[in-house]
């Protein structure tokens, strides 16, 4: 992993230039395999995420956050989450979030601000799963019946979608090709 934190205020700022964590690992509970991780947060912490116009922070190897972990997004900039996402707060207060190739995402407390946009549209599948769910924002997710990917946005509690606006990208698909069904 790069970033090992047990408690207090972190910030990652991206100013001037991008800022990028890739190929980092970190054994799994069973010390029998490594898997992917930018980020461990284990006792109280918060950590923001900082990133002006035109500037983007991307993580390729997750977060894993502890139940007592608040994780925030500042800026109009983007954050790029790739791999897999396990926090206990999340919020995004301005710019772009955008949910990258296969990552999948779990937030027990999820916030998206009004002019906050949220972009899953990749060449993969993503999942994000939220306990209770909060929600302005602009949200694009993909559907492309071709490739056999769809994006999933599941809410376990609650969900609060007051002025959001969901597009959902159809892919490869010809006008009246699809069908849809509500029950």
Not at 29 to 46: F, H, K, P, Q, V
Not at 51 to 65: C, E, K
Not at 124 to 143: K, M, P, Q, V, W
């Amino acid at each position: 992993m790069a970033i090992y934190l047990s408690g207090g205020a972190s910030t990652i700022k991206a100013i001037t230039k991008d800022v990028s964590f890739s190929g980092n690992t970190t054994q799994n509970e069973l010390n029998t395999a490594y898997i992917r991780n930018d980020i461990y947060m284990e006792g109280i912490n918060s950590l923001t995420f900082e990133a002006a116009v035109s500037r983007t922070i991307t993580l390729d190897g997750g977060i894993f956050g502890g139940s007592n972990s608040i994780v925030n997004k500042i800026g109009k900039g983007t954050l790029v989450f790739n791999g897999d996402f396990n926090l206990n707060i999340f919020n995004v207060y301005e710019g772009v979030m955008n949910f990258g190739e296969g990552s999948t995402f779990y937030g027990r407390e999820v916030y998206f601000a009004r002019d906050v946009f949220i972009n899953m549209r990749t060449q993969s599948s993503n999942e994000l799963r939220f306990s209770n769910l909060t929600s302005s924002a602009s949200i694009c997710y993909d559907i492309n019946l071709e490739n056999k990917f769809v994006d999933r946005i599941a809410v376990d509690n609650y969900a609060q979608m007051g002025g959001s606006k969901i597009k959902a990208a159809l892919s490869d698909v010809y006008s009246g090709s699809v069908t849809y069904k509500y029950n």
